[in-house]
């Protein structure tokens, strides 16, 4: 063995033990995204019983109920992790990996269930996937070489109106609402598709701003790798 080599083995890293693991893995931030993941097939197996032909209308309207719960429930933990671990001082690279993955995990479920439900078109949940997985993509890129892409204004706009659609499309019913100086029927299920369309628009300005600052960052990243080093006068 070389002296290159001895130096490379002092320079590496410590592992972590499967202690450090288990604490990250089970530290009260990453217990309420774990719970997200957990509720995603109950959502999913409310929303397959909201169909009022099949199961009748009080059985399919408790199942709305159920199902927009669960989701808003587990909405408000993807805020209340984050917004923890910063407090708490428990911030994990388990937790990066998860958070972001449980988010999608539930979106996607709820947009996959609804095409099957034939309440939103098999194109816009396309679209809506396919921007998630492009940017998933280039975030394992910029990764790989070094460097972190943030997240901007678009997407969090996205998010917000992705989850506040969701919420709608989940009601599907027209129902009489009561506002703080007025009711009426809201029909839901119109409510939440526009909403949802508004977040593809969103969705789609995220991606494209994604785009121009990865190129632009990769360029950066690559010009500083082949300049020249200084020299000395």
């Not at 989940?170 to 129902?175: G, Q």
């Not at 969103?202 to 991606?207: H, P, W």
């Given at each position: 063995m070389d002296a290159a080599d001895k130096t490379r083995r002092k320079k590496r890293k410590p592992k972590r033990g499967p202690s450090a693991l288990r604490n990250e893995i089970f530290n009260l931030p990453n217990n309420l995204t774990l719970a997200r993941v957990a509720v995603i097939p109950l959502v999913v197996w409310a929303m397959t019983h909201s169909d009022d032909l099949i199961y009748g209308a009080w059985h399919a309207r408790l199942a709305v109920f159920v199902a927009t719960s669960?989701?808003?429930l587990a909405s408000i933990t993807d805020f209340l992790d984050g917004w923890l671990a910063r407090i708490l001082n428990m911030q994990t690279m388990f937790g990066r990996f998860l958070d972001p993955l449980a988010d999608k995990l539930l979106v996607l479920a709820c947009l996959v269930e609804?095409?099957?439900?034939?309440r939103t078109p098999a194109w816009l949940v396309v679209l809506l996937l396919s921007?998630?997985?492009a940017i998933t993509g280039l975030r394992a890129i910029s990764a790989e070489e070094g460097f972190l892409l943030p997240s901007d204004r678009w997407g969090k706009w996205k998010t917000a109106m992705q989850m506040i659609g969701l919420i709608a499309l989940?009601?599907?019913?027209?129902?009489h609402t009561n506002f703080i100086f007025f009711s009426v029927v809201v029909n839901y299920h119109r409510v939440g598709l526009v909403i949802l369309l508004l977040s593809m628009v969103?969705?789609?300005?995220?991606?494209s701003s994604y785009?121009?600052?990865f190129l632009r960052t990769t360029f950066a990243h690559h010009a500083?790798?082949?300049?020249?080093?200084d020299v000395a006068a």
């Open positions: 669960l989701f808003a609804l095409v099957h439900l034939d921007r998630e997985v989940l009601l599907h019913f027209p129902m969103f969705s789609l300005i995220s991606a785009m121009l600052s500083q790798q082949i300049a020249p080093p």
